[in-house]
């Protein structure tokens, strides 16, 4: 059975993740989750991390959060990268 990935945000102030598999680095301003569905970053100011559940796969970060993007880790670009 495949895990589920989720991203609920709530005000722009907490995001809450299912199928998170590790946090690969974090700052203030960033952080890079490794997920189900690939890498995933979550760009903001003051960000905190809430709460990370290793067992159950889930996450919760706290802050200004201003975007969210999934990226290709071969190539460190986009999945929504437009084509030429």
Do not use: C, P, W
């Amino acid at each position: 059975m495949k895990q589920e990935h989720t991203v609920s945000m709530a005000g722009r102030k907490t995001v809450e993740l299912t199928g998170v598999q590790q946090v690969e680095r974090f700052d203030s301003s960033e952080f890079l989750l490794q997920t189900v569905m690939g890498k995933l970053k979550v760009r903001g100011s003051g960000l905190k991390m809430k709460h990370f559940d290793t067992v159950n796969k889930k996450a919760a970060i706290e802050g200004r959060i201003s975007s969210f993007l999934y990226v290709d880790s071969s190539a460190g670009k986009s999945f929504f990268k437009r084509s030429k």
